[in-house]
């Protein structure tokens, strides 16, 4: 037997006593190995003929729906102008709402409002006011409060007339079920809506009635 030199008697003791951390895994070797050979390497001249899957499809997804409808947002299903989206700060009532207005003389030959511009101003002068009909057809704007009690709605009917007096421009009242009251507006002379009704609506919505509304009933958690 050929003697074995010195230099690999070392080394072969060195690797049999060694920790088992400092040897390399035969596993990593061959993934970083094989992550060398997979590696792509971009030079000047190859133009679009890159390969630009790497990885493959890991973490990958299916697109939804609207996405593939969309083409990836290339066209924009929802609608561009978003006008009609934006609120404007509640403050605002107080420089150009209806509520600061004054009503006016309704002029000779003044013409009801439509349907259209009734119901904008509904939606101006309050939550809760609706434009309705009445049995000949033409429109009135109406809201309905429900108060504490009886003495409650006699009171109510006391500040909505304040307000009234003040504009000179009178609604109709009904108090009904006795805590149930209906304030009707429209203006006589035209027969319809006039913009004097929605301000005197706005006016109207504007009374503090907090201490009027029925008492909120407490809830108790089990």
Same mark, same amino acid.
């Given at each position: ?16 006593? =060694? ?46 729906? =609207? ?52 119901? /904008? ?13 009445? =049995? ?29 007096? =003040? ?35 706005? /006016? ?12 909120? /009933? ?5």
């Amino acid at each position: 037997m050929a003697p074995i030199p010195l230099s690999q008697m070392l080394r072969t003791h060195a690797t049999a006593y =060694a920790p088992r951390s400092a040897l390399p895994h035969p596993r990593s070797h061959a993934r970083s190995s094989q992550g060398r050979s997979s590696r792509h390497v971009v030079r000047a001249g190859d133009g679009g003929n890159i390969d630009m899957n790497i990885g493959g499809d890991i973490g990958a997804r299916d697109p939804y729906a =609207a996405e593939v409808e969309s083409n990836f947002a290339s066209n924009v299903l929802g609608n561009a102008d978003t006008e009609h989206i934006v609120k404007p700060p509640e403050k605002i009532n107080e420089i150009v709402g209806l509520a600061i207005r004054k009503c006016v003389p309704c002029e000779a030959g003044a013409e009801p409002l439509e349907l259209t511009e009734a119901n /904008k101003m509904a939606r101006q002068a309050g939550v809760g006011w609706a434009v309705t009909e009445d =049995a000949e057809g033409k429109l009135r704007v109406r809201q309905k409060y429900k108060l504490r009690n009886f003495e409650a709605g006699l009171e109510m009917m006391r500040r909505v007339g304040e307000i009234a007096e =003040a504009e000179n421009h009178h609604p109709d009242l009904h108090l009904e079920q006795w805590n149930e009251l209906t304030v009707e507006i429209f203006t006589h002379k035209i027969g319809g809506l006039h913009e004097n009704d929605f301000i005197l609506a706005a /006016k109207i919505e504007k009374i503090d009635i907090s201490d009027l509304l029925p008492k909120k /009933k407490q809830k108790f958690w089990a």
